[in-house]
């Protein structure tokens, strides 16, 4: 007797073109307008083409994290977070970009280097971003098979615009300033 077996496609349904399209329009006039915002404490190149609609950002501190987003005619996005690069991700929500851009924004970026433990070699780094209470973005790339003995070292990116309530000062810069 032959058994059935069912093979499930995990990966996103693509959309009909014109509704991809009508999406990723509404979709940018957000991100376009965070982008004219950005302007303000970043360099921002914003370039549409028939085939992709991509930003790259570059703060103006240093210790902020610089993006390039791509999301292609394809329905696929590139994502670059400082030096890691994810490409040919699916569009699976179009709600993603905005807050991925809001969320970098405001400093909510780790960069996780995984280090074995017996070796001290770096096997793996991902990048999060929080995006939401309850939802993160995080992507991964590997350079050894995972392992139980992995040690994660966490650098955390600030916000592109620093104000009062994300700047912590010590006693000791008070009385450096004084």
């Known amino acids: 007797m032959l ?12 959309l009909p073109d ?7 329009e509404q979709t940018l006039v957000e991100i376009e ?12 190149s914003v370039t549409a083409k028939p085939n992709y609609w991509r930003a790259i950002v570059m703060p103006n501190l240093a210790a902020a994290c610089p993006f390039d987003l791509m999301i292609c005619a394809d329905q696929t996005f590139n994502l670059k977070l400082a030096n890691e690069a994810y490409t040919r991700l699916p569009v699976d929500r179009f709600e993603l970009f905005p807050h991925l851009v809001r969320a970098i924004e405001a400093g909510q ?16 780094v991902a990048m999060r971003v929080a995006l939401a209470p309850g939802w993160d973005w995080i992507e ?6 995972a392992s139980t003995d992995e040690e994660w070292r966490t650098h955390r990116y600030l916000p592109y615009r620093r ?16």
Not at 39 to 44: L, Y
């Open 3 to 14: 058994s059935m077996i069912r093979i499930i496609d995990t990966r996103s349904a693509m």
């Open 18 to 24: 014109d509704v991809f399209r009508h999406r990723l």
């Open 33 to 44: 307008a965070s982008a004219a915002r950005l302007r303000e404490c970043a360099a921002v």
């Open 109 to 124: 970026v780790e960069k996780i280097s995984k280090y074995s433990t017996m070796t001290d070699a770096l096997v793996a």
């Open 140 to 145: 991964e790339r590997r350079l050894s098979p």
């Open 163 to 178: 104000s009062p309530e994300n700047t912590r000062v010590s006693g000791a810069n008070i009385l450096a300033d004084a």
